[in-house]
């Protein structure tokens, strides 16, 4: 069997409509812990919404433009908004062990992308052209010679450094997350941790 067909049949099998788009969940799923995610996913559509919009008018739109600081205000609370329930999502999760049953890739990705969210918004604060921008792109610049990764990127570049944050990180997050979103809906929601049988003969 050639791979191509292969990863078709795993892709079916796997992928179903029913797991891509569920009329039903368990009612665990009723949780204010599961709704982190979702939430999460909300600020990032409304993160990258605005900064589209925002690369697309340009710097000088939304630096002086009531509307564009306008635009700029929501991008930056929906920045707040999703590190806040990332936050929350990757802390539940933790708790909740969600890498077990098979679904050690979906954490796995998920951190990933929590990760990746950190160097785009530190890109995106060093992108601001304010003096507090400036000063933390001098800091950074001595900290990435410290570490020997200067000749990777050069903090001191606004060019490079906005490129790197409305193009390149931008799309490997996307990629992560979906890629996470597909795991979850291969595997499904993880469930509750289950009660064991003391605490079971406790309850009755």
Request: some cysteine.
């Amino acid at each position: 069997m050639n791979w191509t067909k292969s990863l078709r049949k795993s892709a079916t099998e796997k992928l179903t409509w029913d797991n891509l788009l569920p009329s039903e969940q368990p009612v665990y799923v009723n949780s204010l812990v599961y709704s982190f995610g979702v939430f999460t996913l909300s600020s990032l559509v409304f993160c990258i919404a605005s900064g589209i919009i925002m690369s697309a008018k340009g710097p000088l739109w939304y630096q002086t433009s009531s509307l564009g600081e306008f635009l700029r205000s929501v991008h930056y609370w929906s920045v707040q908004a999703f590190f806040f329930f990332t936050t929350m999502h990757l802390v539940g999760q933790f708790f909740m062990g969600s890498w077990r049953e098979g679904r050690a890739l979906t954490w796995v990705v998920g951190a990933l992308s929590f990760a990746v969210s950190v160097i785009e918004a530190f890109t995106g604060y060093l992108s601001r052209g304010d003096f507090f921008s400036q000063w933390n792109q001098v800091q950074s610049k001595d900290a990435f010679n410290g570490a020997g990764l200067d000749g990777f990127i050069n903090i001191l570049n606004n060019g490079q450094v906005y490129g790197l944050h409305i193009a390149v990180f931008p799309a490997i997050l996307i990629a992560l997350v979906g890629l996470h979103l597909l795991a979850v809906r291969s595997k499904g929601v993880v469930p509750p941790y289950p009660i064991s049988a003391k605490k079971r003969d406790e309850q009755a």
